[in-house]
């Protein structure tokens, strides 16, 4: 949460390529350190490089998605989707990684400062392709410190804003919830055994990094605001399936539903957030902040509700929060086009291009 905070004044001052490059050898350098800590077997130091982890990468996510949604615009096409989509993959694939460093017996130690030169090794190779470009913030934006927050603090007073931030907390439940809860859900709620309750998780996360990849030309012809109001109906009966089905082969299809759910909101609404005024990088960090609220606190929240109504009837509440985020989905309506604007299908993605 504190790396969302300064992105906006990292992004000002070191602009794209020095900032993105400064948190990718921030993220490096706080790995090696935890791996020194379980050398030394240190926790204090090993809880260090955790908060520092934490801080480059909250950083390095409004920097890499403000940018993102630049070159969005410029490509006059839906991009943002297929960017998280390649989240999703690094998110699986670091797992693996993790996995086979367990079966192979090489300590978390090792992993950790070997993955750390891997990742200083690519920020420096990655960050060449970025434009070295100041997004500072325009003429009639303030400039001192105290004006700046008190900028950032009145997106927190922005409608739009904060309606495009419950789509993201509804979204992003749903996923939180999915991260902590699925694979216990299958095992003790559906019966299935811990291998194929993993299974299961593995099918969710397949399922969201597709619908990502793929869903690009989706929203280009559908817009915006029907995809999200697609994809969170599609979450809702996803849900419910997996709730309430009995047959495995049904869960399963409810497990895929579920991910589609989850898979396009943080997408479009970081695109909306960043293409709704000027300071993109601070409107980012408010409705990315909400979203990651609601992936933290979703998961204490289904287990406190399970505590007493049994942990499948607690998974309603996501599909309550899908609900939510189909209903507030017009806030990701592209500035300046209204409900009856029809919809292009090659210009009505964020940030299109207007003809020359």
Known sequence: MLGLLVSTPVLHRLGS??????????????????????????????AVGFVIVGLALGTLDVLINVEASAVEQTAGRTLMPMMHGAWSAGAAAGSGIGAACAALGVSP???FIAEAALIAA?????????????RAPTAHLPQDRAAK?????RGWLDWRLLLIGVVMLGVEFGEGSANSWLTLAMRDGHGASAAVAALFFTAF??????????????????????????????????????????????????????????????????????????????RVSV????????????????????????????LWLIAALFL??????????????????????????PGSVPPK
């Open 324 to 349: 939510a985020a189909f209903a507030v989905a017009g806030s990701l309506r592209p500035q300046g086009q209204t409900a009856r604007s029809p919809v292009a299908t090659s210009g009505s993605g």
């Open 17 to 46: 390529r020095r900032g993105i490059m400064a948190a990718l050898l921030l993220t490096a350098a706080a790995m090696t350190v935890m791996g020194l800590a379980l050398i030394l077997g240190s926790v204090p130091l090993l």
């Open 287 to 314: 409705v990315a902040s909400i979203g990651y609220f609601a992936s933290l606190a979703g998961p204490p929240a289904v287990g406190v509700l399970a505590e007493s109504a049994g942990l499948l009837p607690s």
């Open 109 to 111: 130690a090792v992993q």
């Open 205 to 282: 996360a397949a399922g969201e990094a597709l619908a990502r990849i793929f869903g690009g030309p989706v929203v280009d012809r559908l817009g915006r605001v029907r995809t999200i109001r697609v994809s969170t109906a599609v979450g809702v009966v996803g849900v419910a399936l997996f709730i309430e089905a009995g047959n495995h082969w049904i869960v399963l299809a409810g497990v895929l539903m579920w991910a589609v759910g989850v898979s396009m909101g943080f997408p479009l609404g970081m695109s909306a957030a960043a293409e709704s005024g000027p300071d993109p990088a601070a």
């Open 149 to 153: 927050l008190r900028q950032w603090l």
């Open 122 to 134: 690519a920020a420096v190779g990655t960050a060449l392709g970025i434009p070295d470009v100041k």
